[in-house]
């Protein structure tokens, strides 16, 4: 037998290199890749964690599970064997990474003395960038991008399922907070929706809906569409409504552009101010209707009762917060991470008479957050960016490279993007492990058909460029794992002890001496917080005051210490 020579342009991978996105051999055992990053939308959204006292603390430490699980999986296991894998989108995540660099200048300015979450916000980043690259690695094609798409369908049909279940007027699901529930449902159903909507996005389309086109998989997306948005409805989250109304406009408007511009030519320009104009038109059209209501009309309905002077009246306390002390360094903020404990260094005393929201810790708003940490200069850094991703996408949409199906998913990136920043000035829910880790998921998708797409152009070529072969991504990925695990890990431990603690029983002043003696070196604040409360409990004055001075060295001003001793005044200094 004679061997066959094999053609000069051969389609085989060269030994040690990595076969960029959509041009894997259909044999290829990446084929499946996708359920990797499945199987951990799986794992974020199953429960709330009965052995963290946070929420949030329980879905960072689920983040960092399952992006050293991926790890494992890819770098480390799947390399080993010559798996073709997708390089690392090096250009991408450094254009991501900008508006958290262009935090570093404040930090520099000011030091770290507003800065006691800059760890945090530094490795959990990290992570970030991580869980957006192993999309890339993991997910090679439209086909497995809808693949990833359906379980995360099952995600949406489950969370809305434990929302429904709950008897607690809006619903938390497994997020800990109605919000965060909402946001999450915001980024995954405009997706959803383009994934079932039979519309043609191709520029010369002589039909734009195709309903003939509708098969089992359309159906899908479409039921878990309209659960995701009985899910949404049932939040009664107004800002998450807005921004999925907000989404919904501005699909109307570019099918109507792509209409009109066939016909009369119209100009990209007109699109713009048209989708700006059109929801600032609605906004006063609901103001004036709402203003020839009467009063109990308005106060009885949650939507109605923002046309109200008392429905803002406590976003403008954590508002104001946020101003004063932009004001106090407006270029370049305080750096990573210091928007939290700004809140309590410039937070009024007397707050608490004026309002009655008391759960405040942020700006609430996104926008504030960002100038708090980065100043004008992060502001513009961070629109910057988000300019960027938009840009990308309209070129996406207008190119012929693309077809209708990936186009569709591009657009439902776009949306998703819209409803996110829509509901992100009026909310944190943006900030929360789960709604990051879900929004890079949702950015994933889009860089994973960003090749295919073939943008011309220095910047287009540099957001794709991989990382050079003298730094294998294996190498850099575990370093990265390492660190944000040494970071965290005091975290996840404080907020297990918190849990431990309050299912304590506590009968005696002995009691109190033990548990105080066993967890009074704690990293976590909310640890010695919960000390301090046993020790006013036991009068033992000389104890809360320790106690009150670890927290104070941990986060100056913060708001638990703080209503502590004014809250218990005369008792707390019959104490000392």
Known sequence: MTNKRLPEKSNLPKAGTSTPIGRLTKGSATQWFYWLPAIALLIMVWDTGDLFARVN????????????????????????????????????????????????????????GYNYLLEHEVSIHLMYMMWAAYI???????????????????????????????????????????????????????????????????????????????????????????VGLFGLWQTETRAALAGFAAALIVLFLYLLYLKLKQRYQLRGWVFLLTAVGVPLLLLALLFLAASQLSEETVQSSRFLRLTTWEAWSSRLMPWQVALLSIQDSPLLGFGPGSSYNLFFEYLPEESRLFTEQRSYKHAHSEILEVMQEGGIFGLLVHLLVLGGLFWVIVRMLQGSSLDNREKRLVMGVALALVAYNVQSVFSLATRMTQNEMTLYTVIGLLLVLYPKAQLGGRFALLLQRPLPISMPASAG????????????????????????????KVKTVEDVLKLT?????????????????????????????????????????????????????????SLL
């Open 57 to 112: 603390i329980y879905k960072t430490f689920l983040l960092f599970v399952c992006v050293s699980l991926l790890f494992i999986f890819v770098d480390v296991f799947f390399q080993q064997k010559r798996e073709e894998i997708a390089p690392t989108p090096v250009g991408w995540l450094l254009l991501l990474s900008l508006p958290i660099l262009a935090t570093l200048p404040g930090l520099m300015l000011h030091g770290s």
């Open 136 to 226: 890339v690695r993991c997910v090679k094609d439209i086909d497995a991008l809808e693949k990833l798409m359906m379980v995360a369908g099952i995600t949406v049909i489950y969370a809305v399922l434990e929302g429904v279940a709950q008897d607690t007027g809006r619903p938390k699901s497994t997020f800990g907070n109605t919000n965060l529930y909402a946001n999450y449902l915001i980024l995954f159903l405009p997706v959803l929706m383009m994934l079932w909507l039979p519309v043609n996005l191709q520029q010369d389309a002589r039909h734009r809906f195709q309903w003939q086109d509708i098969g089992r998989k359309q159906y899908y997306f479409l039921l878990v569409f309209l």
């Open 477 to 504: 990925f575990l370093l990265v794992t390492l660190f944000a695990w040494g970071i965290q890990y005091p975290t996840f431990i404080g907020s297990n002890q918190l849990v431990t603690l309050a299912s304590s």
């Open 517 to 573: 003696e066993k967890y009074e070196d704690t990293p976590s604040i909310y640890v010695l917080h919960f000390l301090a409360n046993l020790q006013v409990s036991a009068k033992r004055g000389e104890k809360v005051d320790l106690l009150l001075d670890r927290m104070e060295r941990m986060i100056p001003h913060y708001r638990d210490a703080d209503y502590l001793v004014s809250a218990l005044k005369p008792t707390y200094f």
